[in-house]
């Protein structure tokens, strides 16, 4: 599973941590790349737009996890 579980059961996949403090539990998660999604600049699509970020001059990098 790759989601935090939220209100009314529906996955959470970003998470604000801003003023909070998480001394254990932590991790490093190791990608190349990762998504997001935003709502399409046409509202007739019924898809969000999907965009790709990655490092330009590394293959990897980490992403902090709790």
Same mark, same amino acid.
């Given at each position: ?14 998470? /604000?941590?801003?003023?909070?403090? $998480? ?5 490093? %998660? ?16 019924? /898809?969000?737009?999907?965009?790709? $970020? ?5 293959? %990897? ?6």
């Amino acid at each position: 599973r790759w989601s935090w579980p939220g209100p009314n059961k529906r996955p959470v996949y970003n998470f /604000r941590s801003e003023g909070r403090e $998480f001394s254990s539990n932590r991790c490093l %998660i190791v990608a190349d790349g990762f998504y997001e999604f935003t709502d399409p600049i046409d509202p007739k699509k019924k /898809r969000k737009d999907k965009w790709l $970020f990655t490092k330009k001059d590394e293959p %990897i990098f980490c992403i902090a996890g709790i």
